[in-house]
């Protein structure tokens, strides 16, 4: 089946982990993604990122980039933004992850592209966002983790502040501005007119506090960090430890409690006045979950779930490699095979988003440069001696 993205081109100018996570999600989708990289700096960064790196490669690029054309574009020169001006004629979308403060500067933002494409959507990503005091800073995943409170609220009550074991606000901004830019998109299909999006990892980040957010702005109330990786105000939603493991247990409603204690042999926890409400058993959290540890603690996870699957929300916690053996992560077809020329096939994570259409056999991330030939003459239909004469003065590499 015809790709649901086919025919829709993005010009990507981003690299290491957000922006690129966020142009393969529209890439596995069907979308043409030319990533324009800068040939005197090696291309993204991403490409020489430890420990499993071969010359201009490694498999950390190659779990942002796959499916994606490389043009290596010096974006100095005249003669390369003439180039870039030339594909923006006929792309759909301009995308970057650059610092806030760089696209306006860099002639990459609607004002300064709608006269060459009035239709043409320029979706930018950064740390900090277009505006504000902070828009000229460099934003990583880490920095904003701290900076939007989540480390505050990660790990142990007794230990410091920790970060999430991988990069969440990275890759929720890159999901963010897909989305954003794709808004864009169906506007400006039906208008003719483009625009700019402005997505930062710090307003996605702020963004997901949700609930939290709301409690706090609202109320005299302060999240911390919670032992067990407990729910702060559920109870009893958190990790227990079995006989040889970790259980994690999610009771988001009554029923969910009662048949709980039911099925653990405690059914006249059920009734009891201290625990029969999520209120009750809020204010009487410490005493409840003593219990409950200490009949957790009596057998193993394995156990635990045959009696408590189905019935009560739970599952065992597992390594990373575990995750990925398992029976439903394989039933939804999250694990595919790239053929690379060099490491051989690579397995990866799959996309998310399932519907008919999706590129389920991609091809691998390109090497730097991979695609320029082909989309100077196939799709600008430059002829061989403009595109000599680019590579002379050191537009193209």
């Not at 870039?84 to 306006?104: E, W, Y």
Request: glycine share 10%; aromatic share 8%; proline share 6%.
């Amino acid at each position: 089946m015809r790709p649901p993205l086919d025919g829709v081109r993005i010009l990507a100018l981003s690299q290491f982990g957000a922006g690129p996570f966020g142009t393969n999600v529209l890439a596995d989708l069907g979308a043409e993604v030319i990533k324009i990289e800068d040939p005197d700096a090696g291309g993204d960064v991403a490409r020489y990122v430890p420990p499993f790196e071969i010359e201009g490669d490694s498999l950390y690029f190659q779990s942002f980039n796959r499916g994606k054309k490389s043009l290596a574009l010096n974006l100095r020169s005249d003669s390369g933004r003439e180039v870039l001006h030339d594909l923006v004629k006929v792309s759909d979308g301009v995308f970057n992850n650059l610092r806030g403060d760089l696209p306006a500067k860099l002639g990459l933002d609607y004002e300064s592209l709608k006269s060459v494409n009035p239709a043409v959507v320029c979706c930018s990503l950064s740390g900090f966002g277009k505006t504000g005091p902070m828009a000229a800073s460099p934003g990583y995943d880490y920095l904003v983790q701290g900076y939007a409170g989540y480390m505050s609220i990660t790990g142990e009550p007794d230990g410091p502040p920790g970060k999430c074991g991988v990069s969440i606000i990275d890759f929720a901004g890159g999901y963010a501005a897909a989305l954003g830019l794709m808004v864009g998109l169906f506007d400006a299909q039906r208008t003719g007119v483009g625009r700019d999006v402005d997505v930062s990892l710090l307003d996605t980040a702020v963004a997901m506090l949700s609930y939290l957010a709301t409690w706090t702005l609202n109320r005299d109330w302060q999240p911390e960090r919670m032992p067990n990786s407990s729910h702060q105000t559920l109870v009893p939603s958190q990790n227990f430890e079995t006989s040889d493991g970790w259980i994690v247990i999610f009771c988001a409603k009554e029923n969910f409690y009662r048949d709980l204690v039911g099925l653990m042999g405690l059914p006249e926890l059920a009734d009891d006045q201290r625990f029969n409400s999520f209120a009750a058993r809020l204010d009487n959290r410490d005493t409840l979950l003593a219990l409950l540890s200490e009949r957790f603690g009596t057998r193993t996870t394995a156990e635990w779930l045959d009696d408590l699957s189905g019935r009560v929300p739970c599952g065992p916690v597992n390594t990373v490699q575990e995750a990925l053996e398992s029976d439903q992560v394989l039933a939804r077809e999250m694990i595919i095979e790239v053929d690379h020329p060099e490491y051989g096939v690579i397995r990866e994570v799959a996309n998310p988003v399932k519907m008919a259409g999706g590129i389920d056999r991609p091809s691998p991330a390109p090497r730097l440069g991979q695609h320029t030939d082909e989309i100077l003459a196939d799709v600008l239909a430059y002829d061989t001696e403009r595109v000599a004469a680019l590579r002379e003065e050191g537009a193209v590499a």
